[in-house]
T-cell receptor, first 115, second 113 residues
Framework: AQTVTQSQPEMSVQEAETVTLSCTYD???????LFWYKQPPSRQMILVIRQEAYKQQNATENRFSVNFQKAAKSFSLKISDSQLGDAAMYFC????????????FGTGTSLTVIP | EPEVTQTPSHQVTQMGQEVILRCVPI?????FYWYRQILGQKVEFLVS????????KSEIFDDQFSVERPDGSNFTLKIRSTKLEDSAMYFC???????????FGPGTRLLVL
């Protein structure tokens, strides 16, 4: 099974500053998808951003962007101009493009935004 | 924007009791999933369901668990005889036909006493 590793259990950022959350994964596949989900205190999982492995261009969604390094199997999330509402648990997830639809999640990073 | 809904939001049950968790997928979605998240731990895959049958399941999904789509809209997860270690948040997720993203419901918090 694929493994997803988030090495930062907790991170904090000052409001309006930029923070980067790390994610690495282990796979022998070449075609897959990567995701970042946000889980606020309400516990609902909300999609933040996704990346197709065949695309070299890093995905961007407003203040959220990723740094996808396929060779290094790294998929970090950058949050620019951090807002109080960004405080949440962030999960990195992997999904194969060929061998099943299940998601493999990392253990999460708890992000605190300091006013 | 269409969304996945789950009921109940919270359920407390006695060990050994049966529980049924319900999910209403986004209307044109055909792939359904259940995940669970034990407090403080990562989200774990339980089962995926397509075309009225299980397409994948994890080793967590043993004989105590079952899934079905009884009426063409709801997608249910049944736990026949709950154990203390079944206490967790259970998430339903759904996907459209030509899509990779899974859309998650708000979860059901299950507490087994």
């Amino acid at each position: 099974a694929q493994t997803v590793t988030q090495s930062q259990p907790e991170m904090s950022v000052q409001e309006a500053e930029t923070v980067t959350l790390s994610c690495t994964y282990d796979t022998s596949e070449s075609d897959y998808y990567l995701f970042w989900y946000k889980q606020p205190p309400s516990r609902q999982m909300i999609l933040v951003i996704r990346q197709e492995a065949y695309k070299q261009q890093n995905a961007t969604e407003n203040r959220f962007s990723v740094n996808f390094q396929k060779a290094a199997k790294s998929f970090s999330l950058k949050i620019s101009d951090s807002q109080l509402g960004d405080a949440a648990m962030y999960f990195c997830a992997y999904r194969s493009a060929n061998t099943g639809n299940q998601f493999y999640f990392g253990t999460g990073t708890s992000l605190t935004v300091i006013p | 924007e269409p969304e996945v809904t789950q009921t109940p939001s919270h359920q407390v049950t006695q060990m050994g009791q049966e529980v049924i968790l319900r999910c209403v997928p986004i209307s044109n979605h055909l792939y359904f999933y259940w995940y669970r998240q034990i407090l403080g731990q990562k989200v774990e895959f339980l089962v995926s369901f397509y075309n009225n049958e299980i397409s994948e399941k994890s080793e967590i999904f043993d004989d105590q668990f079952s899934v079905e789509r009884p009426d063409g809209s709801n997608f249910t997860l049944k736990i026949r005889s709950t154990k203390l270690e079944d206490s967790a948040m259970y998430f339903c997720a759904t996907t459209g036909t030509e899509e990779e993203t899974q859309y998650f419901g708000p979860g059901t918090r299950l507490l087994v006493l």
